[in-house]
């Protein structure tokens, strides 16, 4: 399985950005995708699971700015990122696994598959 992320870049406080992961080498549409980020010297923390079903899972601090969705012809996981804040700035990782009930957003860190990242700063 190969995940590659795309669309990180800078952008001001209240912006708003797009980021992208493609999906290669696995059953994509039985695979729980999500997104954790890390911004230096924190700790990883996971921000959004989607199960199989489409349903998401949202850490509390990104609720109602951050939108994950799936593209199952394109085998492409997005983020849509809006309202952003400074505290959001960190590497943006995509992760996949087969996740049974392991669908909170911290699930995230555990699953298997996970792209190289893409850095999101908001200044």
């Known amino acids: 399985v190969q995940l590659v992320e795309s669309g990180g870049g800078s952008v001001q406080t209240g912006g708003s950005l797009r980021l992208s992961c493609a999906v290669s080498g696995s059953p994509y549409s039985r695979y729980c995708m999500g997104w954790f980020r890390q911004a230096p010297g924190m700790e990883r923390e996971g921000v959004v699971v989607?199960?199989?079903?489409?349903?998401?899972n949202y850490v509390n601090s990104v609720k109602g700015r951050f939108t994950i969705s799936k593209d199952n012809a394109k085998n492409t996981l997005y983020l849509q990122m809006n309202s952003l804040k400074s505290e959001d700035s960190a590497i943006y990782y995509c992760?996949?696994?087969?996740?049974?009930?392991?669908?909170?957003?911290?699930?995230?860190?555990?699953?298997?598959?996970r792209g190289q990242g893409t850095q999101v700063t908001v200044s």
């Open positions: 989607i199960n199989a079903y489409g349903n998401p």
């Open positions: 992760a996949a696994d087969l996740c049974g009930l392991r669908t909170m957003p911290d699930a995230v860190l555990t699953f298997r598959y």
